[in-house]
């Protein structure tokens, strides 16, 4: 494989999946916030990511192609179903790290006149970032491998060896498909396992 295409379809693996996991971060925490608040709403909301969370990979793309606007083949259907599938471990990270503040602490931050805006953001976010984070870990590392299947409809990125070497039956092109999204996978994990165990000390 010429070295020049695997380092471009590398770095569009890379813009896809820091792309959707940058909107599913957006997405989710205004979410976790009211979810926190309202737990009736949370547990349908919840619940319905979970069931989008269980559909196949290959078939969310396949019922996005046709939904209008989202433009049929290509990288933005494939962003939308890799944000799909970005948001359920971002959203319910953040929503159980902020149900785990402690209730004392709270009531500590209320006693002191803070505001609800200032004890969310000067108490239950900080103490809750250790595992806001481990979500984004585990949904970056997710949304790596899944990205691969985004060049069945168009998306690019890695997948494009991986299917061009099944189709031509050559295990080397799928190899450089496979061991650049594995190294990147590792490697994000590594990272953000890093900053996580920084934030946990």
Request: charged share 10%.
């Given at each position: 494989m010429p070295l020049a295409e695997i380092v471009r379809l590398s770095a569009?693996?890379?813009w896809l999946v820091a792309v959707a996991v940058f909107v599913a971060v957006a997405i989710a925490a205004p979410s976790a916030v009211i979810l926190v608040r309202r737990a009736r709403l949370r547990r349908w909301t919840l619940g319905v990511v979970n069931v989008v969370q269980t559909v196949p990979s290959l078939a969310v793309f396949g019922f996005l192609l046709p939904i209008p606007f989202l433009g049929g083949v290509g990288k933005t259907t494939?962003?939308?179903?890799?944000?799909?599938?970005?948001?359920?471990?971002?959203?319910?990270?953040?929503?159980?790290?902020?149900?785990?503040?402690?209730?004392?602490?709270?009531?500590s931050a209320v006693a002191?006149?803070?505001?609800?805006?200032?004890?969310l953001w000067g108490?239950?976010?900080?103490?809750?970032?250790?595992?806001?984070?481990?979500?984004?870990?585990?949904?970056?590392?997710?949304?790596?491998?899944?990205?691969?299947?985004a060049a069945a409809i168009g998306g690019g990125g890695l997948g494009t060896f991986?299917?061009?070497?099944?189709?031509?039956?050559?295990?080397?092109?799928?190899?450089?498909?496979?061991?650049?999204?594995?190294?990147?996978?590792?490697?994000?994990?590594e990272a953000l396992g890093w900053i996580e165990r920084r934030y946990s000390s």
């Amino acid at each position: 494989m010429p070295l020049a295409e695997i380092v471009r379809l590398s770095a569009e693996h890379l813009w896809l999946v820091a792309v959707a996991v940058f909107v599913a971060v957006a997405i989710a925490a205004p979410s976790a916030v009211i979810l926190v608040r309202r737990a009736r709403l949370r547990r349908w909301t919840l619940g319905v990511v979970n069931v989008v969370q269980t559909v196949p990979s290959l078939a969310v793309f396949g019922f996005l192609l046709p939904i209008p606007f989202l433009g049929g083949v290509g990288k933005t259907t494939a962003i939308v179903a890799l944000i799909l599938y970005a948001l359920l471990p971002i959203l319910r990270n953040m929503v159980v790290g902020i149900l785990g503040v402690n209730a004392g602490v709270r009531e500590s931050a209320v006693a002191m006149g803070m505001t609800g805006r200032q004890i969310l953001w000067g108490v239950e976010l900080p103490l809750a970032f250790p595992t806001i984070l481990a979500g984004i870990r585990i949904a970056t590392v997710t949304t790596i491998g899944t990205a691969t299947i985004a060049a069945a409809i168009g998306g690019g990125g890695l997948g494009t060896f991986v299917f061009r070497g099944i189709a031509m039956a050559d295990t080397k092109t799928i190899l450089a498909g496979a061991v650049p999204a594995a190294l990147m996978a590792i490697a994000a994990d590594e990272a953000l396992g890093w900053i996580e165990r920084r934030y946990s000390s």
